[in-house]
């Protein structure tokens, strides 16, 4: 999934099996959410640490009950989780929120979750 801004020629693979072209990066969030049956964030930028923070809070609301994995390969997440843990510990997220997510270091470990989690 792309929005219309960013398909060009470098970004848009024309040769997957389906691309969705969506109007904004808000459609294509919303298009994702929808779609998926677990969500997987591998390293990457702000875009990703965006989606991934959005779509954890989103679980802790109960708009879905999918699986959330944060890949953290070499490390890559280390802070991230770190700050997740302070706000357990300074008290911002209560602790049965943790449910919520899944530090991962390996993808067969990320496919092991997904694949052992409970469909509701």
């Known amino acids: 999934m792309i929005p219309l801004a960013l398909r060009t020629p470098e970004l848009a693979h024309e040769g997957v099996t389906e691309l969705v072209v969506t ?3 808000h459609e294509r969030k919303a298009t ?11 390293p990457g930028g702000f875009g990703t640490l965006e989606e991934i923070t959005e ?12 699986p959330c994995v ?22 911002f997220a209560g602790e049965e929120h943790r449910e ?18 409970p469909v509701s």
Request: glycine share 4%; proline share 0%.
């Open 70 to 91: 944060i890949l953290n390969l070499d490390g890559y997440y280390d802070s991230l989780l770190a700050q997740f843990d302070r706000a357990f510990r300074e008290g």
């Open 55 to 66: 779509i954890v809070a989103h679980r802790q609301l109960r708009i879905h009950r999918k």
């Open 100 to 117: 919520n997510y899944r530090a991962a270091r390996t993808v067969a470990e990320t496919l092991d979750f997904i694949e052992g989690f």
């Open 23 to 25: 109007r904004d990066m």
């Open 32 to 42: 994702m959410a929808r779609r998926s049956d677990a969500f997987v964030a591998l």
